[in-house]
């Protein structure tokens, strides 16, 4: 083979190989799976992801019963929501010990864009008038068609903002910010139940204020109450904290926690049965639940311009809590998460379940809590209650028909405990900072008025004004110790020659929100020293030019004489810290400069970085006899002290 053909030949084989180690490397970083299922321990992990996949499916199907009922849609549609996503997310995700399903504040968004476009005056799950799918309702089906778009372009933004690479942008969500938002929806989803727990038939109510007017209505219908279901209610939110509380406090010394909802589920259900409560005292169940998996269907393509609000705040709100909880399983467990392969994972999370009649998903903090207790190790976890999940969808469903609402309700309110539980947070903030305190209080307040999604973008648009605030009034320079810096770099001897010199050290990027604070807090230094020193310049230059002072009549205040180059002060710009700059900054630096050598002060800049020095030699005339950029504080240091005795010798030659 000729040596030229070899040679590119060799070099293809390269290039190929680059290419492939590349996109291998981009397959990984995408499916996060390909990556710990090869090294998955079967031997010490298989038992307790198994146990925890166990306990997880049980949670799985109440909330996602539950969820759907909170959603306005058939409760069946959440059990398809706790299996289908649970996977995607496996694949996709990098938080190992966070469960994805239906959520709670998605569900209360969607709910929005459900009763808007099919509303209903009163909702009847048991309802037999079949439409051909799963053996519902033409009602239902539209129904689920609303919430199933709202899931689909929810996850078409998520996807969007993954390709936008916006994950990167969530540094902008702060933790009081996030702790109001969610404890804000969650106590809008304790009032959406408030029906169900009474047993009263009441319109749905939404919008701005909508909160205050389902409580007004509530007290001025107070005597509609259903006093078997506000019994059934409290009994059941009991017996679930008093259990719950029991497994927190013993499951160090249990390796199984009881089960309560399950328990509860079938016992109310039971109890309903035999008792013929639909009946007799008219508890409202569940009812009909249709056997097996739907065949996959597109979301209806017609509405989506209709829902475009909710698919925000579907995206959103449930990124937002899953990263924090994403993030929290990482801190806890030593992993890292990629923010913005978290916006893919839960798009597509979203995308692909919305064709098997999907409620919008997310990660719970209650199902991510009993991953944490029960030991979970990895997603298999999560894929084995997936497995169960279908089980009960082919065999136990149909058995769920006798479960009352207002346990179903009951579950939600006591599921909900941990955000409800943030409130806690506010004392955290007051003792730490108050602007922090009021971002908490302020955020909350306009989640609970208007939405869950308004109240994020409000509570995002404070902490961006308290950082622009913050950041333009914040410290920017700070006056380093000349004495310190002498010790470090010079011999007593040269000490007396350096007085003249100021350090000065650059501690914030310098951008068009400080450089007014910047030239302002350089100006103060200045001029302090200039009026410390300016008696005792005058005394020096008084002796210094008697003989001059006499041809003006024995006066030493007539003009003014510049000041020899060894008597010259000199500003040290230390720019280490100065790490980012845009054109003001840059502008603002060769402003200080010139008005510097106005006053006949020398400014030097050192540890400077290359565009930093490219952007003001290309800015402004930097033209002097001596360098102005050094490489470090004692180059800078050493330039003035050889300057200055050159000086001296110069005039001591002239003499």
Not at 3 to 25: F, N, P, Y
Request: net charge positive; glycine share 6%.
């Amino acid at each position: 083979m000729p040596r030229g053909k070899r040679t590119r030949s060799t070099g293809w084989r390269k290039v190929r190989a680059l290419r492939l180690e590349d996109i291998r490397h981009w397959w990984m970083r995408r499916l996060p799976v390909l990556e710990w299922v090869p090294t998955y321990d079967w031997k010490e992990n298989l038992v307790p992801d198994a146990v925890s996949g166990m306990m997880l499916a049980i949670q799985q199907v109440t909330q996602g019963l539950a969820f759907a009922v909170l959603s306005s849609v058939h409760p069946v549609f959440g059990l398809y929501g706790s299996f289908f996503p649970v996977i995607i997310y496996a694949i996709f995700g990098m938080g190992r010990h966070v469960a994805t399903g239906t959520f709670a504040l998605t569900s209360l968004i969607s709910a929005n864009a459900v009763e808007r476009l099919v509303p209903s005056a009163g909702t009847n799950f048991t309802a037999n008038n079949n439409s051909g799918v799963l053996g519902l309702s033409e009602f239902e089906m539209q129904r689920i068609g609303v919430a199933a778009a709202v899931s689909f372009l929810g996850g078409i933004i998520q996807v969007a903002m993954f390709m936008l690479q916006l994950g990167s942008a969530t540094f902008l969500l702060t933790e009081p910010v996030i702790s109001a938002m969610t404890t804000g929806a969650a106590t809008h989803v304790v009032t959406s139940q408030v029906k169900y727990l009474l047993g009263m038939k009441m319109p749905y109510i939404s919008g701005p204020l909508g909160f205050f007017h389902i409580y007004a209505y509530i007290f001025e219908n107070i005597r509609s109450v259903q006093l078997e279901a506000l019994l059934l209610s409290l009994l059941s939110i009991v017996v679930l904290v008093l259990v719950k509380e029991l497994n927190e406090k013993f499951q160090r010394n249990i390796k199984i926690v009881l089960p309560i909802d399950l328990v509860l589920i079938i016992a109310t259900s039971a109890a309903c049965y035999y008792a013929d409560m639909e009946y007799v005292y008219g508890l409202e169940v569940v009812g009909h639940i249709p056997e097996g998996l739907p065949p996959p269907k597109l979301p209806p393509m017609n509405v989506l311009s209709e829902v475009v609000t909710e698919a925000f705040g579907v995206a959103l709100v449930g990124y937002v809590a899953s990263l924090a909880l994403a993030q929290g399983s990482a801190k806890k467990f030593k992993y890292t998460v990629d923010d913005n392969q978290e916006f893919l994972a839960h798009g597509l999370s979203n995308v692909i379940p919305s064709f098997f009649f999907c409620i919008p998903s997310a990660a719970a903090m209650g199902r991510t809590a009993l991953l944490y207790s029960t030991g979970a190790r990895t997603q298999v976890a999560c894929l084995i209650s997936s497995a169960l999940i279908l089980v009960v969808i082919y065999t136990v469903g149909p058995m769920l028909y006798w479960l009352p609402m207002c346990v179903l309700a009951s579950i939600i309110i006591v599921g909900l405990k941990g955000m409800l539980m943030q409130f806690r947070d506010l004392k955290k903030y007051w003792n730490v900072d108050k602007i922090d305190w009021s971002i908490w209080v302020s955020t909350y307040v306009f989640t609970i008025c208007f939405a869950a999604n308004v109240g994020l973008l409000y509570g995002v648009v404070c902490t961006i004004v308290t950082v622009i605030f913050r950041f333009s009034r914040a410290r920017t320079l700070s006056l380093k110790n000349m004495k310190e810096v002498e010790y470090k770099y010079k011999t007593e001897d040269n000490c007396q020659s350096l007085k003249q010199v100021k350090i000065v050290s650059v501690n914030n990027p310098l951008v068009f929100l400080n450089a007014r604070k910047f030239h302002a807090d350089l100006t103060k230094i200045i001029q302090k020293d200039s009026m410390s020193s300016q008696a005792c310049e005058d005394v020096n230059k008084c002796e210094q030019n008697t003989l001059l002072c006499s041809f003006s009549n024995g006066s030493c205040h007539g003009e003014s004489l510049q000041p020899s180059q060894s008597e010259r002060r000199v500003l040290i710009l230390d720019c280490s810290g100065l790490s980012l700059f845009d054109y003001t900054g840059a502008s603002m630096l060769l402003q200080i400069y010139m008005d510097c050598k106005n006053r006949h002060i020398d400014v030097l800049l050192a540890c400077c970085k290359a565009s930093l020095i490219k952007a003001m030699q290309y800015g402004g005339n930097l033209e002097s006899e001596n360098p102005v950029f050094f490489e470090s504080v004692s180059s800078a240091i050493d330039a003035i002290q050889i300057h200055r005795n050159y000086s001296k010798f110069s005039e001591q030659s002239e003499v």
